[in-house]
């Protein structure tokens, strides 16, 4: 073997296979920037959170205690309706009405996006977690790996994609991205909603203080600000939310 073709084959035998770990690219790393601080209910147990138009929509969780609500963003919420005898989770709005899942119940309930009223309830099978809706159809997380498709008039799936990432929790569908919680961890991922791949791991530690940590529970609930490339986020019983950027360590 020549010298030329021997270092030809050196070459190949250390390049990357198409599709194996090493072609593809790591997630970027960010953190969050803090820009404004607004006051949260500490008695919210939040499961959803999502902007439609200038109104912030909000969906708690634990039995006797769940409810969606909405309103202007770090006021009451004008709109309440509670969920007596089950346990909420994720919601989304898509124009006129709105969807919120429960946990272990296989319920989801279609909501007037105005009034919060029930209009109906669609059954389904395996855990709620996280909701949010993408190119005309809807998000959502059961606290697996896997992310289902929906359709947003029958409820039904249509698909999904595997993440590679388990506890997947709260979602929020931004442009061809899906951010999500991860449970337990002050960690949201941001995934690309056609391949599932992770394309950035947000790091959001530190925004509570120690004594407002010790009544608090996990990070939970992302809402993109509309025109703006800015997010609410909160968490479950947390006292605070906060206005931030996504922005590269360095």
């Given at each position: ?50 902007f439609s138009g200038e109104t912030l929509y909000e969906g708690t969780g634990l039995v006797g205690k769940s409810s969606m609500r909405a309103g202007p963003a ?8 509670e969920l007596p005898g089950l346990f909420g989770e994720g919601i989304t709005v898509l124009g006129p009405t709105a969807w919120q899942i429960t946990w272990q ?14 209009l109906r309830r669609v059954n389904y099978t395996g855990e709620g977690w996280g909701l949010c809706h993408h190119d005309g159809r809807l998000v959502m997380s ?109």
């Amino acid at each position: 073997m020549t010298t030329s073709l021997l270092l030809a084959a050196v070459l190949g035998g250390c390049a990357a296979a198409p599709g194996s770990d090493a072609a593809t690219p790591a997630p970027e790393k960010l953190k969050v920037q803090v820009l404004s601080t607004l006051p949260h209910d500490p008695a919210a147990f939040t499961q959803g959170l999502e902007f439609s138009g200038e109104t912030l929509y909000e969906g708690t969780g634990l039995v006797g205690k769940s409810s969606m609500r909405a309103g202007p963003a770090g006021a009451a919420p004008s709109v309440r309706q509670e969920l007596p005898g089950l346990f909420g989770e994720g919601i989304t709005v898509l124009g006129p009405t709105a969807w919120q899942i429960t946990w272990q119940d296989g319920v989801a309930i279609e909501r007037d996006a105005k009034t919060l009223a029930e209009l109906r309830r669609v059954n389904y099978t395996g855990e709620g977690w996280g909701l949010c809706h993408h190119d005309g159809r809807l998000v959502m997380s059961d606290g697996s790996s896997r992310l289902t498709f929906r359709d947003p008039a029958t409820f039904a799936p249509t698909g999904g994609v595997d993440v590679g990432r388990d506890q997947l929790n709260e979602l929020e569908c931004v442009g061809d991205s899906v951010y999500a919680n991860v449970w337990q961890t002050d960690r949201i991922l941001r995934i690309d909603a056609a391949t599932g791949r992770v394309t950035g791991e947000i790091d959001a530690s530190g925004l509570l203080t120690s004594g407002e940590r010790g009544s608090a529970d996990v990070l939970n609930g992302i809402a993109a600000v509309p025109g703006t490339g800015e997010f609410l986020i909160t968490g479950k019983l947390w006292p605070k939310m906060f206005r931030v950027k996504f922005v590269p360590v360095t």
